[in-house]
């Protein structure tokens, strides 16, 4: 059979190395959905809008987020938006393996609860008031009711609470 030594079968997912890769690939999520990689990331789609920086580019979503001129349907936003989630949900996710194969060090934990509160005060900072925090628990989605700015705050800062407790033991 071929051998491809970059792909991670099933009969791996369950042990440390697979739950230290869910914790790697939380980081990077979060990475990508402040930094971005093509689109420029919520970091230069909230500076277009905040006039911290000015379009120079001819990609039309950038240009009219420049110009608060924004359509519902802005792709680069819609993304940004998408990518906040993910960032959270693949935080849950890691968070749920360390703590059956790799429940130490804590500082593994700590991180995924940063990465998760980090990408809510995002949502609640970024976005207006009505974010669902929904998430999936075993595959299924639980969908949360639209939450008001501060009830998205309070909840990244709930989080952001349980990284600290756990990154100063």
Known sequence: ????????????????TAADA????????????TEGDNNGGLWTMSGLLADEWKSGDTFVQRVETD??????NNAELIEEYQEQH???????????????YLPTPLRYQAEMWWVMGYAELNLADN??????????????????????????????????DSALALATE
């Open 22 to 33: 869910l914790r790697k690939g939380a980081i990077d999520r979060l990475r990508r959905a």
């Open 127 to 160: 976005w207006c008031n009505g974010v669902p925090f929904s998430r999936l628990e075993d595959g299924v989605p639980i969908y949360d009711a639209p939450k008001t700015s501060a009830e998205g705050l309070a909840l990244a800062l709930s989080h952001l």
């Open 67 to 72: 110009g608060r001129t924004m359509q519902n």
């Open 86 to 100: 993910r960032a959270r949900q693949s935080a849950r996710d890691a968070i749920a393996a360390l703590l059956e």
């Open 1 to 16: 059979e071929p051998q491809q030594s970059g792909i991670i079968g099933p009969e791996a997912g369950g042990s440390p």
